[in-house]
């Protein structure tokens, strides 16, 4: 009767620990979340700059007197 008691008792503490039962696996969650987070921020970021040089071009184009 114990050894079954312990064995059910071992086998709901495995299957009920995840990631987010401890603060480590709490925190490698966030890290994982903030670094895609970083990740999207830094595409976008380069989106924008090239959109910038697209633009300064154009402005430049656009003051060179035409000949």
């Known amino acids: 009767m114990k050894t079954s ?4 008792l071992l086998i709901a503490c495995l299957f009920g620990c995840d990631k987010t039962s ?3 696996g709490r925190a ?3 890290d994982k ?3 895609e987070k970083i990740d999207q921020l830094n595409q976008k970021q380069i989106i924008i700059l090239d959109s910038l040089q697209v633009l300064d071009k154009k402005i430049e ?3 060179k007197p035409n000949n």
């Open 33 to 35: 979340e903030l670094a």
């Open 5 to 8: 008691l312990l064995s059910l």
């Open 22 to 24: 401890s603060p480590d």
């Open 61 to 63: 184009a656009l003051k």
């Open 28 to 30: 490698q969650l966030r």
